[in-house]
């Protein structure tokens, strides 16, 4: 999926350097899930007490977005992926391109949407 999405290989379940990203998800998503159906665990940031596990999941995940991004924008000659139009979209109203924390966020839900 990476390679389809960032034009680069990472081979997550191939590759033990890169195991941990599918198993973070889903830890990552006990969370998100949870908090779905009973937002009322955020009171008091109580979530954040009960999720540790999950918290500390989604933060290693996020580690390897940032990496994934870094390496997409270092990158040369690299067209023809789905993160090459994100480059270049635009805002209909303002014309403005995405920032980098709208790249992110895109980025995130790309994996998450192709995690097998």
Known sequence: MT????GISYSLQEKK???YVVASIAGS???TGTLCQA?????RRLDRHLFQTSILARNRFMGF????????MNAKNIHGDVFSLL????????GQ???SRQ?????VNLIVAGKP
Do not use: C, H, Y
């Open 3 to 6: 390679e389809l999405v960032f």
């Open 17 to 19: 350097e890169f195991r």
């Open 29 to 31: 998503n006990v969370r």
């Open 39 to 43: 937002p009322i665990l955020q009171w």
């Open 65 to 72: 977005v940032d990496r994934l991004m870094r390496d997409r």
């Open 87 to 94: 480059l270049k979209a635009k805002d209909p109203n303002t």
């Open 97 to 99: 391109v995405l920032d």
């Open 103 to 107: 790249l992110g966020a895109e980025s």
